[in-house]
């Protein structure tokens, strides 16, 4: 999937301690590893694709797991208006 997602700007990503958190909206998220590097590579210039492959070379888990796992943390972000698609 070539779409490119750039992060909203009501959102914020903060590292609090050892976690990781999204704030948006008045409520905050906890994201894990995974999700932290997926947000940081939402830069407006990678597209899903790359991400997916980045995160296949990152995690080293197989490329249905990569393509999944990003894709279902993009739709949540999306769904909760954290992202926008260029």
């Known amino acids: 999937m070539n779409v490119i997602y750039t992060p909203s700007v009501n959102f914020r990503v903060r590292n609090i301690g ?3 958190f999204l ?3 008045g409520v905050a998220y ?3 590893e995974t999700g932290s590097f ?3 590579n939402l830069d407006g210039l990678t ?6 492959e980045l995160t296949l070379e ?3 888990c ?3 797991e990569a393509k999944e796992g990003v894709n279902n943390f ?4 999306y769904g909760i208006k954290a992202i926008k698609s260029e």
Do not use: M, R
């Open 18 to 20: 050892p976690k990781t």
């Open 23 to 25: 704030f948006g909206e």
């Open 74 to 77: 993009l739709e949540f972000l």
């Open 58 to 60: 990152k995690y080293n």
């Open 30 to 32: 906890s994201l894990n």
């Open 47 to 52: 597209s899903v694709d790359e991400i997916v």
């Open 38 to 40: 997926i947000w940081d």
């Open 62 to 64: 197989s490329q249905a």
